[in-house]
C-alpha cells in the first residue's frame, strides 16, 4: 500500500487541498472577520508633522509607468476566463461527474484548484526573444474524486484543460508531463474527514472524566470544547495500515491571538482508521508520562491507582500573546525613523506585473502553491535568470513524544498563495511602496488578497562602497529595490525578499517570525529547551528550496567550483618551501557530480559561467552564489522516515541539473499525501546527464536550524531567524557598475586639509516636504472570495 499523507487534514475541518482554503499546520482559533475587526479598531493616528521651512508639501505619489516590451505570459487566467473553465469542465457531457463545490459530500466528484500552467522554456523564451508566437494557454485542474465502481478510494487527479480560449480543439487529460511518477493520480485521504471528527470525538467524551482531571479540560465535539487534537503529518502507514497519532492542545480563550500551537497538552492518542468504514476504525493506544496504554478501560484503572503521576497542566496567560507587555523602553514612546520616498525611482507595468528599475527588468508571477516567482530577469538589457523563485518549504521536527517525532510539513501542500495576507503599511512595508494585490483560484471561488505584495527602495543603512585620503573621501550609497511577501502559513510568517542591488547583484532572503510549535516538556529533553512550566521549544529545521534558471550570455552554461585550498610550493625564486593557499578550479560535469555543499570555513567560490563567451581578458563571465545573512542550511535528518522520497532536495545546499520542459518543479503540493510514491521525485533529476555548456538550472536551499528558547516567546524574532543567499556578477562587467550611480559624493581636500570642493554629481535635491504620521490601516482587510460557480444550476 502507498505510504499515506496528512490526516492534519483528517484531524481538523478537512484542512487539504480539497478544502476551502484549507487552515495549514494547525486549527487556529482565527478568522478573517476577526483580522478585519481588530485593524478598523486601530484607526487612531498621530498628527502630521509640520513641513520644513521653505519647502512646500510634495504632491501625492505617482508611480512611473512602463509598458512591457511584451505582454506577461506567467500572469493566472482572468476571472472570466476562470468562469469559461469551471463552465467547461462541469458540463456533463465532459465525463468528470462534478458536483459544484458547496454541495460536494465525502463520496462525490468536485474541483479544488484550477490555475494557469506556465508555459514550457522553450516556448516561453522563443516568444520572449521575438523568434516564436504566444504559447497557447492551458488550466491545471485537481479533481477530488470520491470514488466509482472499481476505485472504492477517493483520490486526487491533476488534469490539463486547454488550449484556451474554449473551443472545439480544448480537450481535458491528465496533466502528467511534470510528473515524473508517470501518473497525476495521489490518494485523497481528507475524503472522510468528518466521520473521523466524529469517532475520535465519542472516543475523547467517553474518558472525560479523566481529561478534566489530568488536563483540566475535554473533548466531546460540542462547542464547549476546552481543547482540540492536532494531528501528526503526513500520516503514518504500519504494516499497510493507516495510522493517525494526535496530540491534545488546550483552546485558547484570549481573543484573536493564536496561541493554540504554545498550549501542548501531554496526552497523545493513535488511531488506526484505515479503509473508509468508520465500523473499522479504533483507538489502538494512549500515551501519557511515556507510558502506553491500550485501552481506554486500561488507561483508567492505571489513573485510579494513588501512585499515578499528574503532569504539570497546560495555562494560558499574557506570556502567550503579543500584546505590548513589560516596562516601557527609555525615549520609546517618541516617534521612531519613518522611511518614505515621494519621487519613486522604478517604473511599473501594473497589467503585466512588469518592473523596471535602474538596469534591472522583470516580470512576475503569482501561483497557489508557491506564491511569487520572477521570470525573465534581465540586467543590463541581457537576461541573466529565466527564472527565480521558491519550489518548496519543509518544516522537519524531533522529539520524543510521536507528535513531534511524526510531523514534517510540506508547506507546498497548503500553498503559499492563499495565505500572501494584505501588508500592513507603515510595519511590513513602507507605505509609499507600490503594492500588487493576488488573486488565485480555488474551490469555484476566486480569492483576492488585496496590496499583498509591495515593492520599495530602501537605504541599505551601509555604504557600497567608500575611499579616503588624505586628498578626498569618496562615498556612494547603498540602495536596494525590495520586492517583498510575506505568507502566514498557520502559526508561521515567513517574509520573503527579493532584493536587487546597484552593482548588478540579486539578494534572496528569507525571515521567519509567529508562533512556534511547541512540545509538552515531559521527556523532551534531548530536543529541546524547557521555556515554559507545561511547554519545551520543539526542535525543527527550516530547509525551504528555490529554482534559479541562469542564462548568462545565453543558455548554454556551465557550474564552476573554485575552491581556495592551503598549499606549499616551492617557487623560482625562493630558497625554500613557502605555506601559501592557491585556487583550484572544478567543473560540474554530469549531474551527478551535482549535489553541493558549501566549502568549510567559506573557502570556495561557486559560479555559472558561460565557456562559449570570454571576456577580454580570457575569463569567463558569470553570476556567483554565495550565502548571505543567515546560515543557509539542508536537513540534518538523514533519510527522513516521515518524508520518505518527497524530500531528496533537502539533503544538500545546492543542486545542478540540466533544464527540462518536463521539470518544471521539483515537488508537487500533493506529494505530501503520498511521501513514498510523490507526483515529483526529486532523485529521478539526477540520471547523468551533461551539464557542461547546457542549459542548466541551480537549485538551493534556504532555511535555518531552530531550536527554539525562551526568546521565541510569545513569536520568534526575525534578527536571528533569516537566511539568504546572493547572486553577484563575477567577471561578468569590465569595472564596478555602480560608478554610473549618481548617489554618490566625492569631498576633496586642498593640501591643508580643508574642503576644496564637493562633486555631487548631479543629483536631485529633495523639492518638498514631507508630511509623516502613522498609517491608516482602518481599510486593512482579509482575503475576499467571490463565488465563480453561479452559472450551475444543477446539483452535480
Not at 121 to 142: E, I, M, Q, W
Not at 271 to 286: H, N, Q, V
Not at 645 to 663: I, L, P, R
Given at each position: 500500500?502507498?505510504?499515506?499523507?496528512?490526516?492534519?487534514?483528517?484531524?481538523?475541518?478537512?484542512?487539504?487541498?480539497?478544502?476551502?482554503?484549507?487552515?495549514?499546520?494547525?486549527?487556529?482559533?482565527?478568522?478573517?472577520?476577526?483580522?478585519?475587526?481588530?485593524?478598523?479598531?486601530?484607526?487612531?493616528?498621530?498628527?502630521?508633522?509640520?513641513?520644513?521651512?521653505?519647502?512646500?508639501?510634495?504632491?501625492?505619489?505617482?508611480?512611473?509607468?512602463?509598458?512591457?516590451?511584451?505582454?506577461?505570459?506567467?500572469?493566472?487566467?482572468?476571472?472570466?476566463?476562470?468562469?469559461?473553465?469551471?463552465?467547461?469542465?462541469?458540463?456533463?457531457?465532459?465525463?468528470?461527474?462534478?458536483?459544484?463545490?458547496?454541495?460536494?459530500?465525502?463520496?462525490?466528484?468536485?474541483?479544488?484548484?484550477?490555475?494557469?500552467?506556465?508555459?514550457?522554456?522553450?516556448?516561453?523564451?522563443?516568444?520572449?526573444?521575438?523568434?516564436?508566437?504566444?504559447?497557447?494557454?492551458?488550466?491545471?485542474?485537481?479533481?477530488?474524486?470520491?470514488?466509482?465502481?472499481?476505485?472504492?478510494?477517493?483520490?486526487?487527479?491533476?488534469?490539463?484543460?486547454?488550449?484556451?480560449?474554449?473551443?472545439?480543439?480544448?480537450?481535458?487529460?491528465?496533466?502528467?508531463?511534470?510528473?515524473?511518477?508517470?501518473?497525476?493520480?495521489?490518494?485523497?485521504?481528507?475524503?472522510?474527514?468528518?466521520?473521523?471528527?466524529?469517532?475520535?470525538?465519542?472516543?475523547?467524551?467517553?474518558?472525560?472524566?479523566?481529561t478534566i482531571d489530568l488536563l483540566g479540560s475535554f473533548i466531546e465535539g460540542g462547542k464547549n470544547d476546552t481543547s482540540s487534537l492536532q494531528a501528526i503529518d503526513p500520516m503514518w502507514e504500519e504494516d499497510g495500515k493507516i495510522k493517525q497519532w494526535v496530540q491534545w492542545r488546550l483552546i485558547p480563550k484570549i481573543a484573536h491571538y493564536s496561541t493554540n500551537t504554545l498550549l501542548t497538552q501531554g496526552l497523545f492518542m493513535k488511531?488506526?482508521?484505515?479503509?473508509?468504514?468508520?465500523?473499522?476504525?479504533?483507538?489502538?493506544?494512549?500515551?501519557?508520562?511515556?507510558?502506553?496504554?491500550?485501552?481506554?478501560?486500561?488507561?483508567?484503572?492505571?489513573?485510579?491507582?494513588?501512585?499515578?503521576?499528574?503532569?504539570?497542566?497546560?495555562?494560558?496567560?499574557?506570556?502567550?500573546?503579543?500584546?505590548?507587555?513589560?516596562?516601557?523602553?527609555?525615549?520609546?514612546?517618541?516617534?521612531?525613523?519613518?522611511?518614505?520616498?515621494?519621487q519613486k525611482r522604478w517604473a511599473v507595468d501594473k497589467k503585466n506585473q512588469y518592473v523596471q528599475w535602474m538596469?534591472?527588468?522583470?516580470?512576475?508571477?503569482?501561483?497557489?502553491?508557491?506564491?511569487?516567482?520572477?521570470?525573465?530577469?534581465?540586467?543590463?538589457?541581457?537576461?541573466?535568470?529565466?527564472?527565480?523563485?521558491?519550489?518548496?518549504?519543509?518544516?522537519?521536527?524531533?522529539?520524543?513524544?510521536?507528535?513531534?517525532?511524526?510531523?514534517?510539513?510540506?508547506?507546498?501542500?497548503?500553498?503559499?498563495?492563499?495565505?500572501?495576507?494584505?501588508?500592513?503599511?507603515?510595519?511590513?512595508?513602507?507605505?509609499?511602496?507600490?503594492?500588487?494585490?493576488?488573486?488565485?483560484?480555488?474551490?469555484?471561488?476566486?480569492?483576492?488578497?488585496?496590496?499583498?505584495?509591495?515593492?520599495?527602495?530602501?537605504?541599505?543603512?551601509?555604504?557600497m562602497q567608500r575611499h579616503t585620503t588624505g586628498k578626498y573621501a569618496g562615498v556612494t550609497k547603498n540602495i536596494g529595490l525590495v520586492l517583498r511577501a510575506v505568507y502566514t502559513i498557520g502559526n508561521y510568517d515567513y517574509n520573503f525578499d527579493y532584493v536587487f542591488y546597484y552593482d548588478g547583484s540579486i539578494e534572496v532572503k528569507v525571515r521567519a517570525s509567529g508562533y512556534i510549535q511547541s512540545a509538552y516538556y515531559a521527556h523532551n529533553e534531548e530536543y529541546g529547551y524547557r521555556i515554559n512550566e507545561h511547554s519545551s521549544g520543539s526542535m525543527h529545521d527550516h530547509v525551504l528550496t528555490f529554482k534559479a534558471d541562469l542564462d548568462i550570455m545565453g543558455t548554454n552554461n556551465t557550474f564552476e567550483k573554485t575552491l581556495i585550498v592551503p598549499k606549499t610550493v616551492k617557487y623560482v625564486w625562493a630558497n625554500e618551501e613557502r605555506n601559501t593557499m592557491a585556487l583550484e578550479r572544478h567543473e560540474v560535469l554530469t549531474e551527478d557530480d551535482g549535489k553541493i555543499n558549501w566549502a568549510p570555513n567559506g573557502a570556495g567560490i561557486y559560479t555559472v559561467i558561460n565557456k562559449d563567451e570570454p571576456n577580454q581578458w580570457g575569463e569567463y563571465p558569470g553570476y556567483r552564489i554565495m550565502p548571505g545573512s543567515g546560515t543557509?542550511?539542508?536537513?540534518?535528518?538523514?533519510?527522513?522516515?516521515?518524508?520518505?522520497?518527497?524530500?531528496?532536495?533537502?539533503?544538500?545546499?545546492?543542486?545542478?541539473?540540466?533544464?527540462?520542459?518536463?521539470?518544471p518543479r521539483l515537488a508537487a503540493a500533493a506529494n505530501n499525501m503520498a511521501p513514498s510514491e510523490p507526483l515529483v521525485d526529486f532523485s529521478k533529476f539526477f540520471d547523468g546527464e551533461s551539464v557542461a555548456q547546457e542549459d542548466i538550472v541551480l537549485w538551493f536551499n534556504l532555511g535555518m536550524h531552530h531550536v527554539p528558547h525562551s526568546g521565541d516567546l510569545p513569536n520568534t524574532v526575525m534578527t536571528t531567524a533569516q537566511s539568504s543567499v546572493f547572486f553577484t556578477p563575477h567577471n561578468y562587467i569590465d569595472m564596478d557598475p555602480t560608478r554610473a550611480t549618481n548617489q554618490q559624493v566625492e569631498v576633496v581636500l586642498t593640501k591643508d586639509g580643508k574642503v576644496d570642493h564637493v562633486n555631487e554629481f548631479g543629483k536631485k535635491e529633495p523639492s518638498c516636504g514631507i508630511s509623516i504620521h502613522n498609517p491608516d490601516l482602518s481599510a486593512y482587510e482579509g482575503a475576499v472570495s467571490v463565488s465563480k460557480l453561479d452559472f450551475l444550476e444543477y446539483n452535480g
Open positions: 500500500m502507498t505510504w499515506l499523507s496528512n490526516l492534519l487534514s483528517l484531524a481538523l475541518a478537512g484542512a487539504s487541498i480539497t478544502s476551502a482554503l484549507p487552515q495549514p499546520h494547525e486549527d487556529l482559533p482565527w478568522n478573517i472577520n476577526n483580522r478585519r475587526s481588530l485593524f478598523q479598531k486601530r484607526n487612531a493616528t498621530i498628527p502630521a508633522l509640520t513641513v520644513p521651512t521653505g519647502l512646500e508639501a510634495c504632491a501625492a505619489s505617482v508611480d512611473p509607468v512602463v509598458t512591457a516590451p511584451k505582454e506577461n505570459i506567467f500572469l493566472d487566467f482572468s476571472n472570466d476566463e476562470i468562469k469559461e473553465l469551471l463552465k467547461y469542465i462541469h458540463d456533463p457531457a465532459q465525463g468528470l461527474n462534478l458536483t459544484k463545490y458547496p454541495d460536494a459530500g465525502p463520496w462525490d466528484n468536485h474541483v479544488t484548484v484550477t490555475e494557469y500552467i506556465v508555459p514550457n522554456k522553450t516556448a516561453a523564451v522563443a516568444y520572449l526573444d521575438g523568434c516564436g508566437p504566444k504559447p497557447d494557454k492551458y488550466a491545471r485542474v485537481v479533481v477530488s474524486h470520491g470514488a466509482s465502481g472499481d476505485e472504492p478510494e477517493a483520490w486526487l487527479e491533476d488534469y490539463m484543460v486547454g488550449p484556451f480560449p474554449i473551443s472545439e480543439k480544448t480537450t481535458i487529460q491528465p496533466f502528467t508531463f511534470a510528473y515524473n511518477k508517470g501518473s497525476s493520480k495521489t490518494p485523497d485521504y481528507a475524503k472522510d474527514s468528518d466521520a473521523i471528527r466524529k469517532f475520535r470525538n465519542d472516543i475523547c467524551a467517553s474518558m472525560k472524566d479523566i488511531f488506526d482508521i484505515t479503509g473508509r468504514d468508520p465500523s473499522k476504525w479504533y483507538l489502538e493506544a494512549i500515551l501519557y508520562d511515556n507510558k502506553m496504554y491500550k485501552t481506554v478501560e486500561e488507561f483508567r484503572e492505571a489513573w485510579k491507582k494513588p501512585d499515578f503521576n499528574r503532569l504539570p497542566k497546560a495555562k494560558e496567560g499574557d506570556w502567550a500573546t503579543t500584546k505590548q507587555q513589560g516596562k516601557p523602553l527609555p525615549y520609546d514612546e517618541q516617534p521612531p525613523p519613518v522611511q518614505v520616498q515621494k538596469d534591472f527588468s522583470f516580470y512576475m508571477g503569482f501561483a497557489r502553491d508557491v506564491g511569487i516567482t520572477l521570470y525573465d530577469i534581465k540586467y543590463k538589457g541581457k537576461r541573466i535568470m529565466y527564472e527565480l523563485g521558491l519550489q518548496e518549504a519543509i518544516a522537519h521536527y524531533a522529539g520524543n513524544d510521536p507528535k513531534s517525532s511524526g510531523t514534517a510539513f510540506l508547506d507546498g501542500y497548503y500553498g503559499f498563495g492563499p495565505y500572501a495576507y494584505e501588508l500592513v503599511k507603515g510595519y511590513d512595508c513602507p507605505e509609499s511602496s507600490t503594492f500588487f494585490d493576488t488573486v488565485l483560484y480555488q474551490n469555484g471561488e476566486t480569492t483576492t488578497n488585496r496590496d499583498s505584495i509591495c515593492l520599495f527602495e530602501q537605504d541599505m543603512g551601509y555604504t543557509p542550511v539542508h536537513m540534518e535528518v538523514v533519510d527522513s522516515t516521515i518524508l520518505r522520497n518527497s524530500a531528496a532536495f533537502g539533503t544538500h545546499h545546492m543542486y545542478v541539473t540540466k533544464q527540462k520542459d518536463t521539470e
